[in-house]
């Protein structure tokens, strides 16, 4: 059963507009959301992560936005680039693992046309 | 240079053969991860440690066996029971366990079983 369901699986934007990324999840113990970014061949890298307490944290050209009620979050990429083309997870941190458990998302591949 | 080595970077293995994976951190991360990573599955755990000589399942250990002798040291081998091994494999450290020790991941191999 996937914890955290992420969409799309894939997506198109061309430069300069704006990428949208979804999550969802059930298990209300989770209660922290990082966002991870994997280029071809490498592993993931942190991104950007928020509480529940926050409904919206901003780096950047990235943003999350945090509905606790809906228990869902996404991740919105401002003025898309070439440069952002990869593959985003979505995870969620359960706080009810004594030994720092990750959920992670399926995963959607960004593709930005220049 | 600190950070999280995997080798090799690519492997090939012939049906029926154990093969081990290694991942080292200069981090000095107490806590260390091992993922599968699929297309369209995200990233699914095998096994994880918390601290020197113990480890634990993960949501697919069936077919996988790690040590944790070493701090900086989590090796993974994939025995012949494992049913379809080839998949690109990560291993992540982190801090600790709380929500907020990131968890920093490797640049993976890739196991192809011929």
């Known amino acids: 059963q996937q914890q955290v369901k992420q969409s799309p699986q894939s997506l198109i934007v061309q430069k300069g507009g704006i990428s949208i990324i979804n999550c969802a999840y059930e298990?209300?113990?989770?209660?922290?959301f990082p966002w991870y970014q994997q280029f071809p061949g490498k592993g993931p890298a942190l991104l950007i992560a928020?509480?529940?307490?926050?409904s919206e944290k901003k780096e950047g050209r990235f943003t999350i936005s945090f509905n606790k009620s809906a228990k869902q979050f996404s991740l919105h990429i401002m003025d898309s680039q070439p440069g952002d083309s990869a593959t985003y997870f979505c995870?969620?941190?359960?706080?009810?693992?004594?030994?720092?458990?990750?959920?992670f998302g399926r995963g959607t591949q960004l593709t930005v046309w220049p | 240079d600190g950070g999280i080595t995997q080798s090799p970077k690519y492997l090939f293995r012939k049906e029926g053969q154990n093969v081990t994976l290694s991942c080292e951190q200069n981090?000095?991360?107490?806590?260390m991860y091992w993922y599968r990573q699929d297309p369209g599955q995200g990233l699914r755990l095998i096994y994880y440690?918390?601290?020197?000589?113990?480890?634990q399942k993960g949501d697919i250990a069936e077919g996988y066996s790690v040590s944790r002798e070493k701090k900086e040291s989590f090796p993974l081998t994939v025995t012949s029971a494992q049913k379809n091994p080839t998949a690109f494999y990560l291993c992540?450290?982190?801090?600790?366990?709380?929500?907020?020790?990131?968890?920093?991941f490797g640049p993976g191999t890739r196991l192809t079983v011929l």
């Open positions: 298990n209300t113990a989770f209660d922290y």
């Open positions: 440690s918390q601290i020197v000589n113990d480890f």
């Open positions: 928020i509480r529940p307490d926050v």
């Open positions: 981090l000095n991360h107490d806590a």
């Open positions: 992540a450290s982190s801090p600790g366990v709380s929500s907020t020790d990131t968890q920093y």
């Open positions: 995870a969620a941190f359960d706080r009810g693992s004594t030994l720092g458990r990750l959920y």
